[in-house]
């Protein structure tokens, strides 16, 4: 554990341990981070990644381009229960997500911590006014109908992309049992936070872990998002009051409107990706119905992927 600072001696026996990353809607990172926040966890530990980390790009500043500062990578634990939970500012690819895994690997397995959760989003085409579903994912079967107990729905097929499903592998070469939660959101609303999948995470977690945690700040932020999120969806429908399907007008009014908008502008997105002169085009639709502001970052990550 080269790359390791242990900051403190920590006394837990057989302990679970949290992972989060960012993703989509930041769903799991802000979970992870509430239940620390509530559960007063101590920070003991922190991974430097600077001899495997390169930054992807600079930060300007009145002109000025500097490198960024490397994103942090810490634990921090519990006693009753015993928790190791780990929180990371940044997804990390390649060789540096390797190195990343198996230096949280080998803490786990100094610490003999017995199970690891990690989280992630599950975009679907529904409204914000849904309700969140939390699913899930085992590496091995014995934890996956231990969470079918919980009330958590097994993930049936696909993939999940990041650090927070990767490690999932990595932890079954080792032995270790793993699980992913997945909170469900509306799948036009993936570049925005979203509280309400957190708090249903959080939710899960707490039956899992016993513990009890006081929802309040998690609902005053849902309530503030909601009142985003029916602004946008109100802007949807007046965009695309109309829409062909299968050679039929529908009226999205009588419709889940989220699957008909991803039709249209996710079909762009996927234009641009291939081919960079699209992104132009792509921008003049955006611009055109005033959602240009909706989709930002998600339009800049093009060029990034470009580059």
């Avoid at 602004?231 to 419709?255: A, D, H």
Wanted: glycine fraction near 6%.
């Amino acid at each position: 554990m080269r790359d390791i600072k242990i900051y403190r001696r920590v006394d837990v026996k057989g302990p679970v341990m949290l992972a989060g990353w960012p993703g989509m809607g930041n769903v799991a990172l802000v979970a992870i981070n509430y239940l620390r926040k509530k559960m007063q966890a101590i920070k003991f530990a922190e991974i430097d990644i600077s001899q495997f980390y390169t930054p992807d790009s600079v930060v300007i500043e009145d002109g000025l381009a500097k490198l960024p500062q490397l994103p942090r990578n810490l634990f921090y634990y519990t006693k009753h229960p015993d928790l190791v939970i780990f929180e990371s500012e940044s997804q990390l690819t390649g060789k540096a997500g390797t190195i990343l895994m198996n230096e949280i690997l080998d803490l786990a397995r100094e610490f003999k911590v017995r199970r690891i959760y990690t989280g992630a989003a599950f975009p679907l085409p529904m409204s914000y006014r849904e309700a969140p579903r939390v699913f899930g994912v085992a590496n091995q079967k014995s934890l996956r109908d231990f969470l079918a107990h919980y009330r958590v729905r097994m993930m049936e097929g696909g993939q999940i992309s990041g650090l927070n499903g990767l490690l999932l592998g990595f932890a079954e070469r080792r032995g270790i049992e793993a699980a992913c939660l997945l909170a469900t959101l509306p799948n036009y609303a993936i570049n925005f936070p979203n509280p309400k999948a957190s708090r249903a995470m959080v939710e899960v977690l707490g039956r899992i872990l016993n513990v009890r945690v006081d929802m309040g700040e998690l609902d005053l932020a849902i309530r503030e998002m909601d009142e985003k999120m029916a602004m946008i969806e109100e802007r949807i429908k007046e965009i695309f009051p109309l829409m062909e399907k299968e050679g039929e007008i529908v009226n999205l009014e009588k419709e889940k409107v989220p699957d008909y908008v991803m039709k249209k502008v996710e079909k762009l997105f996927q234009e641009a990706k291939v081919d960079r002169k699209k992104a132009y085009l792509l921008k003049e639709e955006l611009d055109r119905w005033d959602l240009y502001k909706f989709y930002e970052d998600r339009f800049l990550d093009l060029f990034k992927e470009h580059q």
